[in-house]
Every structure is written in C-alpha cells, then in structure tokens.
C-alpha cells in the first residue's frame, strides 16, 4: 500500500505542472495568433475586466471562437478558432487575458 501511495504521488507531481494554465504561455500564444489584428496585448486585455473574460473563455473559449467565426473581418482567423490548437490554447490565454483585464492593476510586456 505504500509503494503504491508514492506512485500515485510521483505520477501527480510529475503531471501538476502540465495541468496548469500559465500567463506567459497565453502571452506567447497571443502574440504568435492575436497579436497582428488586435495590436499589443494591453489594449485588448484590458479592454474587458475580468469576470468578462472568464465567461467569454468559458467552455475552452467557445463564445470567443463564435465570435471570430461569425466575423467577416476575421475570416483569416477562422481557420486557427475550428482547430483543436485553440481549445488547447484556449485555457492559456484566458489566463493571459484575465491576468492583465482593466480590473487586474497588471500591463504585459508584449507590446
């Protein structure tokens, strides 16, 4: 019984880290994705507060996919929002975005 405690216990610190959302992967995604039509990451993250950005990315961002795929304007995007790469992004960049929201008092570095 206690060998099979450390196991689970190894295999859940070696998994954590993976698990977990990070502010600067959602950078990198919004800079590599977002970035050429929304411009600098504090105009558009900061442009809703944070509870906005919760509901918005609820569901692994399934209202900002909407969004964009109803969007003429962002038709060059509609291609990255049907991929399964944004529902793996989608938690990132909510972190991202809820991280520097108007209400959050933090600027990114992205500009």
Known sequence: MFRFNQIIIFTLLLTAPFLNAATYKGQKVYIETCKGCHGGGQELAASKNMRT?????????????????????????????SDSKFTKDSKHLEDFLTEYAKDSGNVPACN
């Open 53 to 81: 950005w919760e509901k918005i990315m609820d569901k692994k961002g399934e209202k900002l996919a909407d969004i964009h795929l109803s969007s003429k304007k962002a038709q060059p995007a509609w291609e990255y929002f």
